[in-house]
């Protein structure tokens, strides 16, 4: 039988406790994160919404190891990462959690396929063959495999990133506005892509955005503010997370804690 703790790290790929970042010191603190509570489910997508300022790029910094925190406890896992010494967190951040950006970071010289396996090419692990063939064909990026970044379009490459991300089977892939740099119509496919990869693929992917649409996408919207989460959303619309965005830029969201006006979520 599991126990509580086996439970929860069963179900939940990353948890935070307290978890608060301050930047500066003194008159000149800034509290970027305060006392922040969160569980992100395995297998499902979760959105990080917020105003600029609000703590969401910081919250998934924190939460994927790549920043430290001020106080409280991270997991990954069952792993309690805010205990790690540098050389074990650059290895769990390594075997365990992928990254996408907005910027797509290929190595130029490099083509796609030799992009998509560096990471596990510099830790010096194969890549699971199955498992490559199967992200390359969801991606669609069979044809595309010999060609460098200067030859695919910015759709094209970030669908690399987002395999390059897949490639080591991570328990967690963290997205940071991975459509900024994209149209609106490679920023769909990216999306559609990155659900496939929970649906299908079984992943967990956390994706900060600013984007109604893109947040639509998701199983659960996060909503922050001033270094708390305040709200979430289940089951979100473009038009239910826009609503609820204008209720809390006019001041009329709620905490957690609290009551929020009723938003019809479709």
Known sequence: MSTPAA????????????????YGSGETTVLALDSVDVDIARGRFTAVMGPS????????HCLAGLDTV?????????TEITRLKDRELTRLRRDRIGFMFQSF????????????????????????????????????????????????SGGQQQRVACARALASRPELVFADEPTGNLDSR????????????????????????????????SDLVLYLADGRIVDEMAHPTAEAVLERMRLFASGGGRDRAGSAPAVEEA
């Open 7 to 22: 439970a929860t790290a069963d179900a939940t790929a990353a948890r935070a406790r307290g978890l608060t970042k301050a």
């Open 53 to 60: 300022g609000s703590g969401k790029s910081t919250l998934m």
């Open 70 to 78: 001020s106080a409280g406890q991270v997991w990954i896992g069952d």
């Open 105 to 152: 970071n290929l190595v130029p010289t490099l083509n796609a396929l030799e992009n998509i396996t560096l990471p596990l090419d510099i830790a010096g692990r194969r890549p699971d063959r199955e498992w490559l063939d199967r992200i390359i064909d969801t991606l669609g990026l069979r044809d595309r495999l010999g060609h460098r970044p200067s030859q695919l």
């Open 186 to 217: 490679a920023g769909l496919e990216v999306l559609g892509f990155l659900r496939e990869a929970v649906d299908s693929l079984g992943q967990t992917v956390v994706m900060v955005t600013h984007d109604p649409g893109a947040a639509a996408h």
